[in-house]
Every structure is written in C-alpha cells, then in structure tokens.
C-alpha cells in the first residue's frame, strides 16, 4: 500500500512540505519497481534518484533551519549525514545481490526501511522545526 501525505505531516513550511510529498513518491515508486525483481537497473536508478532528491532536499532544509536560526541545525544537519550514508549502504546492498529472488526476498526489508527512514525522520526530527516554522511566513526558502 502507497504511503500518502496527510496534512499531520506538514512542518509549516511549503518548501520542506513539498519536498517531502515527493520524497514520498520517489519511496511509493521503489515500491513499485521491487514488483519486478529482475530489473535491477530500475530498482538502483530509482534508489540514486531518492538519494539525488534527499541531499537537495537537506541541503534546502538545512539551509531554512540557518535562515530560522534553529538550535538544533547542527544536530540536524549530523543526522541528514547518516541518513544519506544509510541509503549508500543500502544501494550498495541491491547492487550486490544477484538474482531476482534476493531482490524479492530483499524487497520486504526494504520497504520496511524506506518507510521508516521518510517517517519517523519526518516525525520525529523535523517536527521538531516546526515551532520555529511557523514563526516564519509559509513560503520562505
């Protein structure tokens, strides 16, 4: 099943809420491609894809927290870093399997993390602008 954004999810600011609809598209697409095990070249193109878009999106998200002076910017900043080392290790992961049923029996694992790292780091950590968001006119990047 698709995740979909909710309206629970918004920060308070359309940048990082937009960036973060998307980010669930790009997960709802690996999903979609771990359907078909045996194209790997799309499974790893739609891996590099999410992390291209994650560290943009960092990068404009931690760009934001300075404009805001968030406290936690640093914090923050530390775990985008391990996030994204995460997801090399991850792609690092598929691209070394060999066969479709590793794919398929990978996939699940998979699924399970992506979700989790797009949530619970939405939740747990960039909730946490919000106070500071809102503060600020919606549209500032």
Not at 49 to 55: A, D, F, K, R
Not at 70 to 83: G, R
Not at 107 to 127: C, I, K, Q, S
Not at 129 to 138: E, G, R, T, V
Request: hydrophobic share 35%; no cysteine.
């Amino acid at each position: 099943m698709a995740l979909l954004w909710q309206n629970t999810m918004s920060v308070g600011n359309d940048a990082i809420d937009h960036d973060h609809r998307y980010l669930i598209s790009f997960v709802n697409t690996i999903e979609l491609v771990l359907q078909s095990p045996e194209d790997k070249k799309s499974i790893m193109i739609a891996l590099e894809q999410l992390y291209e878009y994650g560290e943009e999106h960092f990068k404009k998200e931690e760009a934001i927290q300075r404009k805001i002076k968030y406290p936690q910017s640093l914090n923050h900043k530390h775990s985008h870093s391990k996030l994204l080392d995460q997801l090399k290790v991850v792609q690092a992961k598929v691209k070394g399997l060999e066969s479709s049923g590793e794919i398929s029996k990978y996939a699940p694992e998979l699924t399970t993390y992506l979700r989790g790292w797009l949530v619970n780091h939405v939740f747990n950590e960039d909730m946490l602008l919000k106070p500071y968001l809102l503060k600020h006119p919606k549209g500032l990047y």
